[in-house]
Each structure stands twice: as structure tokens, then as C-alpha cells.
């Protein structure tokens, strides 16, 4: 089974707390977007964003589970 985990980028660390949880339980993450690289500044990088963009949503499509994690 795959899981997608969609969180704000500050929520670093609780995304690597949920990961391994999901992990231990059998779950593989299909697309581990902490690990994408920077696209800053945006305009000397747009490819790298587009294929990175294009990857997760192809994850989103494919995972068995999406879990939306807000802390708000």
C-alpha cells in the first residue's frame, strides 16, 4: 500500500513522524516532497518545479492513502 502526506513545509518534522508511523504499519510514501529541491528563485528553476510539481501529483493520483495533515 502507498500513502501521499500533504503538509506545509514548516510541518517538516511531524511529516517525518507521520512517515515513519505510516512506515511501520506497511505503508510505503510514494513521493517524499521534503527531499524535492529548491526551486528558489522560481524563474532560474521552473523545469525542476514542473517535474517535481508533475511527481506529486502523480502520487496524489496513485496512493491508496492521502492523508491532509493541518496543525491550525
Known amino acids: 500500500m ?3 502526506i500533504a503538509t506545509k513545509f514548516q510541518n517538516v518534522n511531524d ?3 507521520i512517515k515513519t508511523m505510516l512506515e511501520s504499519k506497511g505503508y ?3 513521493v517524499d516532497w521534503t527531499k524535492h529541491k529548491s526551486v ?3 524563474s532560474e528553476n521552473s523545469e525542476i518545479c ?3 510539481s508533475y511527481d506529486d ?3 496524489i493520483e496513485d496512493c ?3 492523508l491532509l495533515y ?3
Do not use: N, S
Request: net charge negative; no cysteine.
Open 40 to 42: 528558489k528563485p522560481f
Open 57 to 59: 501529483i502523480i502520487g
Open 50 to 52: 514542473k517535474d517535481q
Open 28 to 30: 510505503e510514501i510514494i
Open 15 to 17: 511529516f517525518d513522524v
Open 64 to 66: 491508496d492513502l492521502f
Open 2 to 4: 502507498t500513502a501521499y
Open 70 to 72: 493541518f496543525d491550525d
